[in-house]
């Protein structure tokens, strides 16, 4: 199983900009589809983007759409989250995941799909 660790996280005011990373420790990234997600307190965790092995086909959820950019090097084995124009409702532990089969466009949002999840890093958007 892949271990993921995730950072980038941190405080930042509202439409300001971050960009989280997510390394593997172990096997290479590039033979997995990649998500994240995010859970917020109290909430259930939920799916914000994901991208295929190649990095040819890119999934968002409609709130982040046209936001956040997701995106991977395979050759440094990262996977990279880049967030702009953040809003407070984007505050959460934003989590990566690996998934060794692509499912398709609906599967690869489902977090039930995925086998291997980093531990979290916090975001927290102040207005």
């Known amino acids: 199983q892949v271990q993921l660790i995730e950072s980038g996280g941190g405080l930042v005011q509202a439409g300001g900009s971050l960009r989280l990373s997510c390394a593997s420790s172990?096997?290479?990234?590039?033979?997995?589809?990649m998500g994240w997600f995010r859970q917020a307190p109290g909430k259930e965790r939920e799916f914000v983007a994901a991208i295929t092995r190649s990095g040819n086909s890119t999934y968002y959820a409609d709130s982040v759409k046209g936001r956040f950019t997701i995106s991977r090097d395979n050759a440094k084995n990262t996977l990279y989250l880049q967030m702009h124009t953040l809003k407070p409702e984007d505050t959460a532990v934003y989590y990566c995941?690996?998934?060794?089969?692509?499912?398709?466009?609906?599967?690869?949002?489902?977090?039930?799909?995925?086998?291997?999840w980093g531990q979290g890093t916090q975001v927290t958007v102040s207005s």
């Open positions: 172990g096997r290479s990234l590039g033979t997995y589809v």
């Open positions: 995941a690996a998934d060794p089969i692509f499912r398709g466009s609906s599967s690869i949002r489902d977090r039930s799909k995925f086998s291997g």
